[in-house]
C-alpha cells in the first residue's frame, strides 16, 4: 500500500471548490461581521474606561491646581493686611514700628525700655 | 510548523470567516472528502451533495473545533457523520448486531493487520464498494481515517469486540472475493 492515508481520495467534479465557495460566503460574511462586532464590544468598554481615566486625571489635577493657587491668593491676602496694619499702627503712633521693634531687641531691661521711651518722648 | 498547525491556523481564520483560508483547506482536502463519501455512499452525485454538505458544516463549525486529533481526521469523520445520517434517513442504514461477538473473539483482528494483507489498494478499492455499506463505513474509519477500535466503537455505538468481529468478516469477504478475481 503506497499511502493509506490517501487511497480513496478521488477527484472531485470540476466546479465543485466554486460551488462549495459559494454556498458557504453569505456564512463566512456573517461570520466576519459578527468578528467586527466582537472587536467593537472589546475595544469600547476599553475606549470609555481610557476617556473616562484621564478625564479624571485631568479634572484632578484642575482641583489641585486650582486649590493651589487659592493658597497662593490667600497668602497674599494676608501678607497685604499685614503689610496694611503696619502701616496703621505706624500712623497711629507716629513712630516707625519696625524701627521701635529693632531698637527694643538690642534693649536688655526693661528700666532701659522705659528710659529710651521717655527720651523717644521727649524728643517728640 | 507542521501540516497540522497550518489546518489548524487555516480554520482558526474560518472562525473568522476567511474565504481565503476556507478555499485553502477546501483545496486541500476536497478529493479525500468527495472519495471518502463516494466509498461509502457508492453514488457520484450523492457524495458530490453529502461533501458539499460536509464543507458548509466545516465552515459552520470551525470555531468549534477542538484540538484533540488532526484537522484532517475531524474533517472526515464530519462527512462520515454526514454520510450515516443521510443513509439513516434513506433507511439503508442497519445498526451491527452485537450478538455474535463472542463465538468470533479469537479470530478477531485489528485494523493493522486488515490493512497489511491488501497490497494491490486498486482492486481492493473495487471490491470494497461491494461490501455492506455497514462494513463499507467501519473499513473507512480503520483504513481512511486511522482510528483505533476503541474509538470506531465509541462513535458507532458498538462494542470493541463487536467492531473487531466486522473487521474480521470484512476481512474474509474480501480476500474471498479477491481469489476469485
Known amino acids: 500500500m503506497k499511502d493509506d492515508k490517501d487511497w480513496f481520495s478521488e477527484d472531485a467534479p ?3 471548490a466554486d460551488r462549495v465557495l459559494a454556498k458557504a460566503e453569505p456564512m463566512l460574511k456573517e461570520k466576519r461581521s459578527l468578528n467586527q462586532r466582537r472587536w467593537i464590544l472589546f475595544l469600547l468598554p476599553s475606549l470609555a474606561m481610557s476617556a473616562a481615566a484621564f478625564f479624571w486625571l485631568r479634572l484632578r489635577s484642575d ?3 486650582a486649590a493651589f493657587a487659592k493658597i497662593d491668593m490667600d ?3 494676608m501678607g497685604q493686611m499685614l503689610v496694611e496694619s503696619d502701616e496703621l499702627t505706624a500712623e497711629g503712633n507716629g513712630t516707625d514700628q519696625f524701627e521701635l521693634l529693632a531698637d527694643l531687641d538690642v534693649l536688655e531691661d526693661f528700666d532701659e ?11 517728640s | 510548523m507542521t501540516d497540522n498547525d497550518i489546518d489548524q491556523k487555516l480554520l482558526a481564520d474560518i472562525a473568522k470567516g476567511s474565504s481565503k483560508s476556507f478555499r485553502v483547506l477546501l483545496e486541500k482536502y476536497q478529493n479525500q472528502v468527495f472519495g471518502y463519501c463516494r466509498k461509502i455512499l457508492e453514488d457520484k452525485a ?11 458544516k466545516i465552515a459552520e463549525q470551525a470555531e468549534n473545533y477542538q484540538p484533540v486529533g488532526s484537522v484532517r481526521s475531524w474533517i472526515l469523520r464530519i462527512a462520515r457523520n454526514k454520510c450515516v445520517d443521510h443513509l439513516r434517513s434513506q433507511k439503508r442504514w442497519t445498526e451491527l448486531d452485537d450478538s455474535e461477538t463472542n463465538q468470533l473473539k479469537d479470530e478477531a483482528l485489528n485494523a493493522d493487520e486488515l490493512i497489511q ?11 470494497i464498494s461491494e461490501l455492506p455499506v455497514e ?14 477500535l476503541s474509538e470506531i466503537a465509541q462513535q458507532l455505538g458498538m462494542s470493541v469486540s463487536n467492531v473487531k468481529v466486522t473487521l474480521f468478516r470484512i476481512r474474509k469477504s474480501l480476500r474471498e472475493k479477491l481469489e476469485g478475481a
Do not use: H, P
Not at chain 2, 46 to 56: K, S, V
Open chain 1, 113 to 123: 525700655v522705659e528710659e529710651f521711651a521717655k527720651s523717644e518722648s521727649q524728643e
Open chain 2, 46 to 56: 450523492m457524495a458530490e451533495d453529502i461533501a458539499q454538505d460536509t464543507w458548509i
Open chain 1, 14 to 16: 470540476k466546479g465543485f
Open chain 1, 63 to 65: 482641583n489641585q491646581g
Open chain 1, 75 to 77: 497668602s497674599l491676602e
Open chain 2, 135 to 148: 462494513q463499507r463505513t467501519i473499513l473507512m474509519m480503520a483504513m481512511g481515517e486511522n482510528l483505533e
Open chain 2, 117 to 127: 494483507n491488501f497490497e494491490e489498494v486498486s482492486l481492493l478499492k473495487q471490491k
